[in-house]
Each structure stands twice: as structure tokens, then as C-alpha cells.
Nanobody, 122 residues
Framework: QVQLVESGGGMVQAGESLRLSCAASGGTLINYVMGWFRQAPGKERELVSRISRSGSITSTADFVKGRFTISRDNAKNTVYLQMNNLKPDDTAEYYC???????????????WGQGTQVTVSS
């Protein structure tokens, strides 16, 4: 069973950057499509970005496009989310997830990390 652990969250001011990491154990990430999701209090979990197994295909939500970049290093069994020009609306718990399909549906991802909190102040 794949276990995912996120890191890199924190408290920053608007305009600053963070890089989230998602490290896997118990399995090989190259076997999975990976996604980064986020959930703010009182809101539904939403897909931020996803990446194919090889890393050659990515898809990023319009609300972060141009600011966030997903990448993966299969040799390190790790997926990243580079977040630039952060805004207060980006405040949320961020989760990485592994699945079989290149989909934006959270229910189609099989494995989830515990989340890392990102807080952006104005």
C-alpha cells in the first residue's frame, strides 16, 4: 500500500512562494497519476493540478494557472507543487493523491496523504 507524506506548507505573506513535496513509501510513484488537491474550511476539496506517470502531461486549474507548477521526480519517488505569487485565497490544506486515471475527480484517487497547511496573509 502506498503511503504519501506531504511537507513544505507554512505561513507566508501574499506574493511569496512555497514548494510542497509529496514523498511516497510502500510503492513506486511511477505507477500512478498524481494530483494535488486543496480544501479550505467550509469548502469542497478541489483539484489544483495533476501529472501523468511520466510527467510529460500536466493539467492545472485555471485559478492557479501561471502561478503553480506540478512536477515529479520518479527516481526520488516524490511529487512537487511549486506555488508562486501566493494569494490569501490559496489558504487551504493541501493534499497529494495517487490514482490510476488522469482525472480531476477526487473519488478516483486511491491513496492520499495527511495534508499540509498553507496559510497566506495579506
Amino acid at each position: 500500500q502506498v503511503q504519501l507524506v506531504e511537507s513544505g506548507g507554512g505561513m507566508v505573506q501574499a506574493g511569496e512562494s512555497l514548494r510542497l513535496s509529496c514523498a511516497a513509501s510502500g510503492g513506486t510513484l511511477i505507477n500512478y497519476v498524481m494530483g494535488w488537491f486543496r480544501q479550505a474550511p467550509g469548502k469542497e476539496r478541489e483539484l489544483v493540478s495533476r501529472i501523468s506517470r511520466s510527467g510529460s502531461i500536466t493539467s492545472t486549474a485555471d485559478f492557479v494557472k501561471g502561478r503553480f507548477t506540478i512536477s515529479r521526480d520518479n527516481a526520488k519517488n516524490t511529487v512537487y507543487l511549486q506555488m508562486n505569487n501566493l494569494k490569501p485565497d490559496d489558504t487551504a490544506e493541501y493534499y497529494c493523491a495517487a490514482g490510476d486515471l488522469f482525472t480531476d475527480s477526487a473519488g478516483r484517487y486511491h491513496y492520499w496523504g495527511q495534508g499540509t497547511q498553507v496559510t497566506v496573509s495579506s
